[in-house]
């Protein structure tokens, strides 16, 4: 992969009087000028709101929407019509757990997730049953940290109206077979819905090749700016689904006593979209593109084995997640035996090495695992191999000072 680092501004920053060595791009990536720039030059040059104006300026603004969506679309191979543009990955959970629940979970229905889901596909969920009064149920995983797809077979029944599963967990690293997935749930007439915040920033994903009915992601975790997400979904599911937010452009005819929607995706887009966030999030998907995501997910593959084999090596690491580095996506969690991961993350902040330590929005799958918290290293495009090997070296000094 050519050399970009020089495309990310803060990575050349000092932090404690050291070289920053960024390594939680699994809470949020870092932004290339190319993104900073694009969000610079709208506000510059083409700041108006959309869908509205019949002025200039605001069909340009609009074009660059638009043109936003039309990226997304191509990088997961899906019809525009069918993305929508939401806050965020939490945000689009919680339209489907609202709006696909209202049309399809009623009393006595079950929504089968997983123990290592991120909270955001867990707490929507779970919100739903109790309003419905149907019922959460999780299927487990193996000892080496991997979707128990047994488990996950047991408790699929007709009574399963959605299946809501991880494409990669954001603490084990673990990919799910998602087409394997797909195939289950549709057997039992249930739709399948796939947080893919851990995936589509790190590897190729085709909704085509998934089967799975949406598909939601964060534009902040792929280069992208915050405040902006991508809800993917069925037109024919999405069609029949009742609106999430209703309010302005979502709408097609208001009354004072009724509405009608607007076409997809329109109807789930009610108010002024993250516009500028749209901008900058297609100059990210333009930069990711024109890596090539399979290049990406070599570059990184490449890391989390060296990372990996670093960690097993040494006997006062305990890692979670499977050893073997082709089941796993970019980031690793672990801990140091005996000493709080806290502690270890303050340690490493001091040497200038940003790690993310707590439970990752994934208590379920922290109590499963019998601890409370842990330790995890994310790593992006832009992180080296001299990265990990300072990591490692300044692990050692961690438990130099903390262990024994
Ligand atoms: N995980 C992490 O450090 P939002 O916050 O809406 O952009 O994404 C939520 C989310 C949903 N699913 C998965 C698998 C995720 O990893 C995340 C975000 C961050 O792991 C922040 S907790």
């Given at each position: 992969m050519r050399d ?5 501004p803060?990575?050349s920053r000092k ?10 791009s699994g809470a949020t ?7 900073i720039e694009a969000?610079?030059h709208?506000y ?5 709101n959309?869908?509205r ?10 074009e660059?929407y ?19 543009f939401t ?6 959970l ?8 209202e049309?399809r979970?009623?009393r006595?229905d079950e ?7 991120h ?12 309003r ?5 149920i ?16 047991r ?6 109206k959605i299946?809501?599963?991880?494409h990669?967990?954001n603490?084990?690293g673990?990919v ?7 195939e289950?749930a549709h057997?039992v007439?249930?739709?399948l ?5 851990q995936?589509v920033p ?10 799975c009915?949406?598909l ?8 992208g700016?915050?405040g902006?997400g991508v809800l993917?979904g069925?037109?024919e ?7 999430f937010?209703t309010?302005?452009?979502?709408i097609?005819?208001?009354w004072?006593d009724?509405?009608?929607w607007n076409?997809l995706p329109y ?9 500028a966030q749209?901008?900058?999030?297609k100059?990210a998907?333009?930069?990711?593109r024109?890596?090539?995501l399979?290049?990406i997910c070599?570059h990184?593959?490449?890391l989390v084995?060296r990372?990996l ?6 006997d006062?690491?305990?890692?979670y ?5 082709s089941k796993?996506?970019?980031l ?6 005996g000493?709080?991961?806290h502690?270890?993350?303050t ?10 330590a707590g439970?990752?929005?994934?208590q ?6 019998g601890i ?17 090997d300072?990591?490692l070296?300044?692990?050692?000094r961690?438990?130099?000072v903390?262990g024994?």
């Amino acid at each position: 992969m050519r050399d970009i680092r020089s495309d990310f501004p803060v990575l050349s920053r000092k932090v404690n009087g050291k070289d920053l060595i960024y390594l939680d791009s699994g809470a949020t990536s870092q932004k290339p000028l190319q993104v900073i720039e694009a969000v610079a030059h709208f506000y510059r040059e083409a700041n108006a709101n959309v869908h509205r104006g019949l002025y200039s300026l605001s069909v340009e603004a609009t074009e660059l929407y638009e043109d936003a969506r039309r990226a997304v679309a191509g990088l997961i191979g899906a019809d525009p019509q069918e993305v929508i543009f939401t806050r965020g990955t939490t945000e689009s959970l919680n339209l489907l757990a609202y709006s696909l629940g209202e049309a399809r979970v009623g009393r006595g229905d079950e929504i089968l997730a997983t123990v290592m889901e991120h909270h955001a596909n867990l707490v929507p969920w779970q919100e739903l049953a109790r309003r419905k009064g149907a019922r959460l149920i999780a299927a487990g995983i193996t000892p080496e940290g991997e979707l128990d797809l047994d488990d996950l077979k047991r408790k699929l029944s007709p009574r399963t109206k959605i299946v809501a599963v991880t494409h990669v967990s954001n603490v084990l690293g673990t990919v799910n077979p998602i087409p394997e997935i797909a195939e289950l749930a549709h057997r039992v007439g249930a739709v399948l819905v796939v947080d893919a915040a851990q995936s589509v920033p790190h590897m190729p994903v085709r909704v085509g090749e998934l089967g799975c009915d949406f598909l939601a992601f964060s534009g902040h975790k792929m280069l992208g700016p915050t405040g902006i997400g991508v809800l993917w979904g069925r037109r024919e599911l999405l069609e029949e689904m009742p609106p999430f937010l209703t309010g302005g452009e979502m709408i097609r005819e208001v009354w004072i006593d009724r509405a009608t929607w607007n076409d997809l995706p329109y109807k789930f887009e009610a108010g002024t979209p993250p516009i500028a966030q749209a901008v900058g999030l297609k100059a990210a998907v333009d930069y990711l593109r024109e890596l090539g995501l399979e290049e990406i997910c070599r570059h990184e593959g490449g890391l989390v084995a060296r990372a990996l084999e670093g960690l097993l090596s040494r006997d006062y690491v305990e890692i979670y997640g499977p050893r073997d580095p082709s089941k796993r996506s970019g980031l690793i969690a672990f801990n140091l035996k005996g000493i709080h991961p806290h502690d270890v993350a303050t340690l490493l902040d001091e040497e200038g090495i940003a790690i993310r330590a707590g439970h990752h929005c994934a208590q379920p799958l922290h109590r499963e695992l019998g601890i409370s918290a842990s330790c995890r290293v994310s790593f992006y495009l832009y992180n080296t191999e001299d990265e990990v090997d300072a990591f490692l070296m300044a692990l050692d000094r961690v438990w130099g000072v903390l262990g024994r």
